[in-house]
Every structure is written in C-alpha cells, then in structure tokens.
C-alpha cells in the first residue's frame, strides 16, 4: 500500500477557540436536555429505570463534556493536514482513526470557501471540493490561505470563476 506524500499544511490554531465554542454550546443543550428529562420523570412520575439511566447520563456526561472541550479541538487541529499538487489533493485527519482521502484534479468540479458566524469572528473559512459524489472539506483556514488554495485548486482542475 502506498503512503501519502509528507503532508506539511496544518490547519489554523485559530481553529482551536471556535470548535470550543460549538463544543460549549452543543454540550450545554445536550446537558439541558437531559437535566429536562430528568425532570420530567420526575414530574411525570416515569418509570424507575428511566430515573437511573438519566441520573447516570448526569453523571457521565461532565467526563465527555471535557473531553470534548478542553482536549479534542486541540487534538483535532494538531491531527489535521492537507497537501496539493498538480494533479492530486491529500487530506489527511486523525489519529486513532485515521483518514487518508486523495482526491484526483480530474475529478473536481467545483470549490467553494464557506463562513459561518464563528468562524467569521475568527476570520476562518472552510474550504468545500466537490467532485462527482461527494464533497470534501478543509477546515478552518485563514482568510488568505483560504482563497490562495481555492484559486489553486480551480486552477488545477480548470474550473471557470462563475460571475454573479
């Protein structure tokens, strides 16, 4: 099996902040969530192994919850590299599970850098490839590498700017 050629680009490190924030705000509904059920079964006067399952999610929780704050982004954005050349694109994210995607120039048929709220606060953008079944995502890039690697890649593939 042939390995990836030594990929050398790293994501942002502001990227680190913004998938904490989505981390907070994700795991603070889903812990509201759960204190409301457990509530509920109390209100409702649910079964008693409801109750448990409820109490032990309460208690678990907090472990994941700093999991996915404090170490994942961090863990997340040290593990995820990408590469391009003439006639290929490398990405290559995780650890323990590892993916390696390479996708063919010729099979790309558009580029798109995309911004939400946080990561417009941050001024990140993900880069979205679209190739004939799927799309593929670079995440958190800055603004300036964003648009130099988008306009690489349409280079690349031939791909026309579309005017709007």
């Not at 998938?19 to 705000?25: A, E, P, S």
């Not at 409301?36 to 409801?50: E, Q």
């Not at 994941?64 to 170490?71: T, V, Y």
């Not at 990405?91 to 417009?120: C, D, H, N, S, W």
Request: glycine share 4%; aromatic share 16%; charged share 20%.
């Amino acid at each position: 099996m042939e390995t990836l050629p030594k990929l050398e680009n790293n994501i942002s490190q502001r990227a680190i902040p913004v998938w904490r924030l989505t981390n907070i705000i994700a795991e603070v509904i889903f812990y509201l969530i759960i204190v409301g059920l457990l509530w509920a079964s109390y209100y409702f006067d649910w079964y008693r192994w409801a109750e448990i399952v409820l109490w032990l999610l309460v208690a678990v929780v907090p472990f994941g919850m700093l999991w996915s704050i404090c170490f994942e982004p961090k863990f997340k954005q040290r593990h995820w590299k990408y590469g391009i050349n003439e006639h290929f694109i490398y990405l290559k994210y995780g650890k323990f599970f590892a993916t390696q995607t390479v996708i063919p120039m010729t099979k790309v048929q558009y580029v798109e850098a995309e911004q939400g709220p946080l990561l417009r606060k941050f001024q990140l953008y993900t880069i979205t490839i679209g190739t004939l079944g799927e799309k593929h995502t670079i995440p958190a890039l800055s603004d300036e590498e964003a648009f130099s690697l988008r306009a690489q890649i349409a280079s690349h593939a031939r791909l026309k700017e579309v005017e709007s």
